[in-house]
C-alpha cells in the first residue's frame, strides 16, 4: 500500500505491519527505505552475552520511515543494536520477487556498521535485487564466552545475532518484493570470516543459497581466538575483585557495567607477552565447548568445513591488491611500527601460526631478512612493509 501523498509504503510481513519511505535515488530511480527494522529481542540486562531470543510480532504498525543520525556512538554504544534495513524497488510487485542480497559489514568484530550513508543501496538497487544490511553485536557484548553451561554464554553471540538476522530474511523477506528461496550473502573482512562459519555451521543450512566472500575467511588472525580468561580479566581491569574460579560472578557484575564504560576498557587486556605472541585482538569467533539451542561452532573450522552443508552452493572469493596498504598511515607515523620489525620481528607472525617461542623468533628473523635484509628496517622500507602485510594477509587471511 502507497499513501501518495507522504511517500509511505506500508507491507506486512508475517513480523507486523511495517512503514517505510520511498525516495528518488541519485541515479533516478524510485526505492524504498525500511531503517532499524528489530529482527530479534533486545540483548538488554539478563540477555546481556547471551544467544539471542526470538522476537515476537508485533500487533501495531512499526514506523520504518526515518532514519537515525549517523555516529560513531551509535555504531559501537547502542546495545539496542539488533535491527536490520531493507531496501527495495519491488515493495509493490511482491508477485514478481527479486533476488535478495544480505551485506555482513567487517568492522574487526569491534563494530558493525549498517547506516545507509555508511553502506547504502544507491549502487547495488540498479539492478533488480532487494539489498538488507543489520547490525549485530561485537566485542565482548557479543563474542564472551564460557565452558560453563551454568552460565549460559557458550560465545559467539555476534554470529549468531546475523543467523537470526538470515532467519528474519526468509521469514519475512517476500513482503518487501524478495525471494527467499534466492538470498546471496555478501560481506568482506569480519564479514566475509562469519559467512564462511554459516557456510560450515549446521546452524545456518539452507538460510542463503550463494556466497560472496571478499578478503577474509575462518582462518584470518580473529578468525578462531583462544581462550583466556576474558571475562574474568575485563571484570578485574573494571573493579571486579573476585577470584578466576568464580566466572558466574564475573559475568554477573559485568552485566551491571554500563556499555559506554565496557566498550571503553573492552579491548585494554592483551599483556605485553601476549601482543609478542602475536597476539593483536581478543574478540572473535571461539569453539564452543557444549552444545547449547543455538550451538555454531562445535569443532574447530578445519573439522566443520569436512562436513559443511553449503559445498554445492555457488561461492566466489576474492580480495583487494596491495591490501596491505591498510597499515600504511601508521608505519609512515608510528615509529614503533619500526622497533617492532627490527627488535621483535616474530610480532608480526599470527598467533596461531605457533606459540613456541623458538620457532617465532626464527621464523620472524626468516621474514625480516626476507623482506628488509640485514640492516635496520626505517620509513624508507615502506613498500617492503606493505608487502609483508600483504603476504600475511593471503596466506593466513585478512589482518582485521
Not at 538476522?165 to 526468509?170: D, N, R, S, Y
Request: charged share 20%; glycine share 8%; aromatic share 12%.
Amino acid at each position: 500500500m502507497v499513501d501518495k501523498k507522504d511517500k509511505s509504503v506500508v507491507v506486512q510481513p508475517p513480523c507486523g505491519l511495517i512503514k517505510g519511505i520511498s525516495e528518488i535515488s541519485v541515479l533516478g530511480y524510485e526505492y524504498v527505505n525500511f531503517y532499524d527494522i528489530p529482527y530479534a529481542k533486545p540483548p538488554l540486562g539478563p540477555l546481556r552475552f547471551k544467544d539471542p531470543e526470538p522476537l515476537e510480532p508485533w500487533a501495531h504498525l512499526f514506523d520504518a520511515s526515518e532514519c537515525a543520525p549517523n555516529t560513531l556512538d551509535d555504531q559501537v554504544l547502542n546495545e539496542d543494536c539488533l535491527k536490520l534495513n531493507v531496501y527495495t524497488k519491488n515493495a509493490r510487485l511482491v508477485h514478481d520477487l527479486q533476488p535478495v542480497m544480505i551485506f555482513i559489514t567487517g568492522g574487526f568484530f569491534l563494530r558493525s556498521p549498517s547506516h545507509k550513508d555508511v553502506y547504502g543501496p544507491e549502487f547495488l538497487l540498479q539492478k533488480d535485487v532487494v539489498l538488507v544490511t543489520f547490525k549485530y553485536r561485537c566485542g565482548a557484548l557479543g563474542f564472551l564466552s564460557s565452558d560453563d553451561p551454568e552460565i549460559g554464554v557458550p560465545g559467539n553471540a555476534g554470529l549468531k545475532d546475523q543467523v537470526m538476522a538470515l532467519k528474519w530474511v526468509q521469514q519475512n523477506i517476500s513482503a518487501f518484493g524478495g525471494d527467499p528461496n534466492n538470498v546471496t550473502v555478501f560481506g568482506y573482512s569480519a564479514g566475509a570470516c562469519s559467512i564462511h562459519y554459516h557456510m560450515m555451521s549446521p546452524l545456518c543450512k539452507n538460510l542463503f543459497h550463494k556466497a560472496v566472500m571478499m578478503s577474509g575467511s575462518a582462518f584470518y588472525v580473529r578468525g578462531f581466538m583462544p581462550k583466556l580468561n576474558w571475562a574474568t580479566r575485563l571484570a578485574r581491569k573494571l573493579g571486579w575483585r573476585g577470584r578466576d574460579n568464580e566466572e558466574a560472578s564475573a559475568f554477573q557484575f559485568l552485566r551491571g557495567i554500563d556499555v559506554k564504560t565496557l566498550k571503553a576498557h573492552e579491548e585494554k587486556l592483551l599483556t605485553e607477552q601476549e601482543k609478542l605472541n602475536g597476539l593483536n585482538s581478543i574478540y572473535g569467533p571461539v569453539l564452543e565447548t557444549y552444545r547449547s539451542r543455538m550451538c555454531m561452532i562445535p569443532d574447530h573450522p578445519e573439522e566443520m568445513m569436512k562436513y559443511s552443508w553449503s559445498q554445492g552452493i555457488p561461492l566466489m572469493i576474492g580480495g583487494t591488491q596491495n591490501e596491505g596498504l591498510i597499515f600504511y598511515r601508521d608505519a609512515l607515523e608510528n615509529p614503533e611500527v619500526w622497533n617492532n620489525i627490527n627488535t621483535t620481528p616474530s610480532t608480526l607472525l599470527p598467533y596461531d601460526l605457533t606459540q613456541d617461542t623458538t620457532k617465532r623468533i626464527l621464523y620472524g628473523d626468516k621474514m625480516k631478512l626476507f623482506y628488509f635484509g640485514r640492516h635496520d628496517a626505517t620509513v624508507d622500507d615502506l613498500e617492503s612493509y606493505i608487502y609483508v602485510r600483504l603476504y600475511l594477509q593471503q596466506t593466513y587471511g585478512e589482518i582485521f
